[in-house]
């Protein structure tokens, strides 16, 4: 059924307890998350992925794990579903103390956090960590085992989340209730230390009012944090190219792309893309706005460009509001909820990451609409 419902509020009095247990963990990674993130030069901010759930949905049908999209963290995520399986014994945890991944960055530094359920699961973590050869690193706080970026194939282990593809060496150091890991001792002195964390930046507290306000009874399965680069995306290069050498079939191509690239949604400062599950699956896309008259003008135009280029799979019902923030900023409070509920893949989440990945106009993109 696809039905848009434009509304002022959402009354949320009844599910107010249940909708915050639902985002703790989303919520808890974005405090750990350092704010610098922002300053990348790159779209898609940062990544989030709830242990526990995909784990139980794996249980239940293990292609679940195809279902997990782009990011730094998919990887290490992939053999989280058996709970005896050789990967856990060289985590430094359990899967009863692990709640989330939270990760930035781009290949090879990539920063992953640990999300634990409190300071004491990451300090035996740590310690657990010391026992399987992890020395002191050389930088305060920080343990590693082996030297930075060194290639070392013969200790190459599909099942050691401690190893990099090249066998390289991975460091750690304790956040709070998270464990970092990067890929040199800096980095992870850097990112647990004390500093303004995403989840205190006003406009990423103004995004997570508006994903609050769209889950409902839901959980977050997985979520994305984007900057304003993540909608000025979609100019493929190959348009400016023609294997025919026809000048007049390049310019049409060039066209058509600028047209694309103006009929968009209004600049936004920042937002979260999350991927629901629980009541229902959907996914629900907060956007940070000036003012609300803004973010209900995006709202409208994303339902609009939702039906037109999301695709027949991503289709559902469309609840098209906003949620109010802090400093007097809003959100766009954007949910699509689908008929199905698959454990395998959720193509509305899909529609998104997968336009921006691919570097095509979606329908996140920024124009003049």
């Not at 599909?158 to 998270?178: C, E, H, L, N, Y």
Request: charged share 20%; aromatic share 6%.
């Amino acid at each position: 059924m696809r039905r848009s419902v434009i509304a002022a509020s959402l009354l949320l009095t009844s599910s107010l307890p249940v909708l915050a247990q639902n985002l703790d963990a989303l919520r808890d990674g974005l405090d750990h998350l350092p704010a610098v993130i922002l300053m990348q030069d790159h779209g898609d901010l940062g990544y989030f992925i709830d242990a526990g759930l995909m784990t139980e949905l794996g249980k239940a049908d293990f292609r679940a794990m195809s279902r997990l999209m782009f990011g730094p963290i998919k990887q290490i995520t992939e053999q989280t579903v058996d709970n005896d399986s050789a990967w856990w014994s060289k985590t430094g945890t359990t899967p009863d103390k692990l709640r989330y991944f939270a990760g930035f960055g781009r290949s090879p530094a990539v920063v992953t956090l640990w999300g634990l359920t409190d300071a004491a699961a990451a300090d035996d973590m740590m310690a657990t960590l010391g026992t399987f050869g992890f020395e002191n690193a050389g930088a305060p706080g920080v343990i590693g085992n082996g030297e930075p970026m060194k290639m070392d194939p013969q200790k190459r282990d599909a099942t050691d989340p401690w190893r990099t593809m090249i066998g390289a060496a991975q460091f750690a150091a304790v956040k709070g209730s998270a464990v970092v890991q990067a890929q040199n001792p800096q980095s992870a002195m850097l990112v647990a230390a004390e500093q303004p964390s995403l989840g205190e930046n006003p406009t990423m507290k103004t995004a997570l009012a508006g994903i609050e306000q769209s889950a409902g009874d839901r959980a977050v399965l997985q979520a994305m944090v984007i900057s304003p680069l993540f909608g000025m995306s979609g100019l493929d290069p190959a348009a400016f190219l023609s294997p025919t050498g026809d000048l007049e079939e390049t310019q049409e191509k060039i066209e058509q792309q600028m047209e694309d690239l103006q009929a968009g949604i209004p600049p936004y400062l920042g937002g979260i893309v999350a991927d629901f599950e629980g009541d229902g699956q959907g996914i629900g896309i907060a956007l940070t706005y000036p003012d609300c008259e803004i973010a209900q003008a995006a709202a409208d135009t994303l339902s609009a460009r939702w039906v037109e280029m999301a695709g027949a799979e991503a289709q559902g019902e469309i609840v098209a509001e906003t949620a109010e923030g802090i400093d007097g900023l809003c959100a766009t409070a954007f949910t699509v909820s689908l008929e199905n509920d698959n454990p395998v893949q959720n193509p509305a989440y899909r529609a998104v990451t997968e336009s921006y990945m691919r570097n095509e106009v979606g329908v996140l993109q920024i124009g003049q609409s």
